[in-house]
């Protein structure tokens, strides 16, 4: 996968298929998750939300935003690879 796909995707991870390997990747970067793991099936995309108090390096940081699963469909991330 090239960085800069990689960098957008995870700002914006609404087009993703939210498997466990994006819940694992979320959750070691101190991200709050909505969802339990096991609902992470690679099925759905996901929101990821940005508090007001999030840091202004929220590009690099995650720790402190909040990821849900959304009602749609995601994109295979294995594609960009």
């Known amino acids: 996968m090239i960085r800069p796909t990689l960098a957008q995707m995870l700002r914006n991870p609404v087009y993703m298929q939210a498997d466990l ?6 959750k070691s970067q101190g991200t709050m998750i909505v969802n339990d793991a096991a609902d992470f ?3 759905n995309g996901c929101y ?3 508090g007001r108090d999030v840091k202004p390096d929220k590009l690099h940081n995650l720790k402190d935003q909040m990821l849900v699963l959304a009602p749609h469909e995601g994109m295979s991330h294995r594609k960009y690879g």
């Open 21 to 26: 390997d994006v819940y694992e990747f979320f």
């Open 41 to 43: 099936t690679g099925m």
């Open 48 to 50: 990821l939300y940005q």
